[in-house]
């Protein structure tokens, strides 16, 4: 019988741990215990079913799609890269979710209290699916930094939340784009609660090229590697 | 020469304008949400619902959870053109902070068995502010005691950890529910899965 493909295990080495005590939340909320292993055949779930109809014209555009009376404020940045699995294999037609903070460091959501001002034209929410290549393609506003209650006056570096699926349901990646030079990265617990051998992978690097349009924005290019594929020996 | 795969971080407290939106009331479009049988799906209709239970056994207010799961005969939704066919989307999303009691929820139908000699199991993500990667874990059922005794996941547990993957079944006023707790620490913590 043929090996049916499946997906890669975590790595450990590029993973960060659940308990991680220099992000405080972590000790009481990460699991403590050993994972149970699965064996592969118990966990081919395929990621959930979408398609281009899902998406609007203007999830894309974050500088567009809650505009009421003009633009947001900041500045424009393209933010661009390709899915690729651990093969270096496009994830075509995968949906990508982010959402952030203004230009002031202050997010839409209800319960963030920062004393900052909200955008009436920025909700920092946004979506997309990959092209056949793997390639997805955001415009936004760069993102403030803000104050978070983890350490005396600690503050969370520039960052995009990216959410994905991939094509399994273990193929499932949460996690957040920097900025390549922020002196706020080192300070940061959470950046460094990924091991050394990943955390390369959470900086995007400055690219004027994928703009298109010169003068109009900052353009800044963000890969994204999600776990797979991986052979599977055929079960005796 | 393999790429290094992109670590996670924590999904952060404030991702609901974003991934939930229209559970919390956000101006946003949702993609997936807390329904995933319509009512003319076939099968019996349930809702999972239950918390989340941080170290100190006080329920997580931002937490949010997905599922995946077969539907009343055990086959996995395979496109958007069936899923939106029959009504049965496969897949659910809810967050943690929009009910009183910090209540997940989801309104599904009982899944069958995914294959011969496993025990009808829902799948799930559960992830939140204070964890730096998501945890899978999945529900089974306290009514299929003999599908749960042969089932290769569950075999593979001790008796007092296998008891937290299995959901109670409770006659409610609208129906059926299945109640469902995840403790991510304490003598009673959730089995999650190296999936």
Same mark, same amino acid.
């Given at each position: ?68 009376? %003009? ?16 093969? %270096? ?122 703009? %298109? ?24 | 020469?393999?790429?290094? &795969?992109?670590?996670? &971080? ?20 949702? /993609?997936?949400?807390?329904? #995933? ?10 809702? /999972? ?83 730096? #990667? ?30 937290? #993957? ?30």
């Amino acid at each position: 019988m043929p090996a049916k493909p499946s997906v890669a295990p975590r790595d450990w080495a590029s993973q960060p741990p659940y308990v991680y005590p220099g992000y405080k939340s972590t000790v009481k909320r990460g699991p403590t215990r050993p994972l149970l292993p699965l064996k592969s055949a118990l966990v081919q779930r395929n990621a959930p079913v979408y398609g281009h109809e899902d998406i609007g014209p203007l999830d894309h555009d974050l500088t567009r799609n809650a505009a009421r009376n %003009g633009a947001p404020l900041g500045e424009r940045i393209v933010v661009t890269g390709r899915v690729l699995d651990e093969d %270096g294999r496009p994830a075509a037609h995968t949906l990508v979710e982010i959402w952030q903070a203004n230009a002031a460091g202050r997010y839409v959501h209800k319960a963030d209290q920062h004393n900052a001002p909200l955008d009436p034209n920025f909700l920092g929410a946004g979506r997309c699916l990959t092209d056949r290549e793997g390639r997805y393609r955001f415009l936004t506003i760069k993102p403030g930094a803000y104050p978070w209650q983890n350490h005396p006056n600690g503050w969370r570096p520039n960052h995009i939340h990216f959410s994905l699926f991939g094509q399994h349901f273990a193929s499932r990646l949460v996690t957040q784009m920097y900025f390549s030079g922020d002196p706020l990265l080192a300070l940061d617990p959470i950046y460094l609660s990924a091991p050394e051998r990943g955390r390369g992978r959470l900086l995007s690097r400055l690219n004027l090229d994928v703009v %298109g349009e010169a003068g109009f924005a900052l353009g800044f290019e963000f890969d994204i590697v999600l776990r797979g594929p991986h052979e599977t020996p055929a079960e005796a | 020469m393999k790429l290094t &795969q992109t670590p996670s &971080q924590t999904v952060g407290p404030y991702f609901s304008y974003a991934l939930t939106s229209e559970q919390y009331g956000y101006d946003f479009r949702s /993609l997936f949400g807390p329904v #995933l049988a319509e009512p003319q799906v076939a099968g019996e209709h349930i809702r /999972l619902t239950g918390r989340v239970i941080y170290g100190d056994g006080v329920p997580v207010p931002d937490a949010m959870l997905e599922i995946c799961q077969a539907n009343a005969d055990g086959r996995f939704v395979a496109s958007r053109a069936e899923g939106l066919a029959s009504g049965f989307r496969g897949f659910g999303r809810c967050g943690t902070g929009t009910h009183p009691a910090r209540h997940y929820w989801f309104d599904t139908v009982k899944p069958g068995a995914a294959a011969p000699g496993e025990a009808p199991c829902i799948d799930v993500i559960v992830t939140m502010r204070g964890m730096l #990667l998501h945890a899978f874990t999945r529900v089974y059922f306290d009514d299929e005691r003999e599908a749960n005794a042969r089932d290769p996941v569950l075999a593979a547990l001790p008796a007092e950890r296998r008891a937290t #993957l299995i959901a109670t079944r409770e006659a409610q006023p609208g129906g059926v529910a299945y109640r469902f707790d995840i403790r991510m620490q304490g003598s009673k913590e959730t089995v999650f899965l190296d999936l």
